[in-house]
Nanobody, 121 residues
Framework: QVQLVESGGRSVQAGGSLRLSCAVS????????VAWFRQAPGKEREFVAG????????NYADSVKGRFTISRDDANNTVYLQMDSLKVEDTAVYFC??????????????WGQGTQVTVSS
């Protein structure tokens, strides 16, 4: 059974940094894309960043380009989201997700439970 566990979320002031981690277990890791999504109160879930097998290329939402960096450590089955220059509007629950099938980014069907990021002014 594939499991994803996010960690690293907390409260931080605007302009600060956080690094989120997503640990994936239950299957081989390196052949699968992983992505971060977020959902703010009253809003729909939105894509934040994605990383494919092999690590490049990466993909980012326009709202986080230049501030967030996604990376993966295949040896430790973990994906990271480095978040710098945080803004109040980055406040959300952050989820990581991975695909059912290898070598595709079409469907993210395995999800973690989420980690809360709160950015205050």
């Amino acid at each position: 059974q594939v499991q994803l566990v996010e960690s690293g979320g907390r409260s931080v002031q605007a302009g600060g940094s956080l690094r989120l981690s997503c640990a994936v277990s239950g299957r081989s890791f390196s052949r699968y894309a992983v992505a971060w999504f977020r959902q703010a109160p009253g809003k729909e879930r939105e894509f934040v960043a994605g990383i494919i097998w092999g690590g490049t290329p990466t993909n980012y939402a326009d709202s986080v380009k230049g501030r967030f960096t996604i990376s993966r450590d295949d040896a430790n089955n973990t994906v990271y989201l480095q978040m710098d220059s945080l803004k109040v509007e980055d406040t959300a629950v952050y989820f990581c997700a991975t695909t059912v099938r290898a070598y595709t980014t079409n469907r993210y069907d395995y999800w973690g439970q989420g980690t809360q990021v709160t950015v205050s002014s």
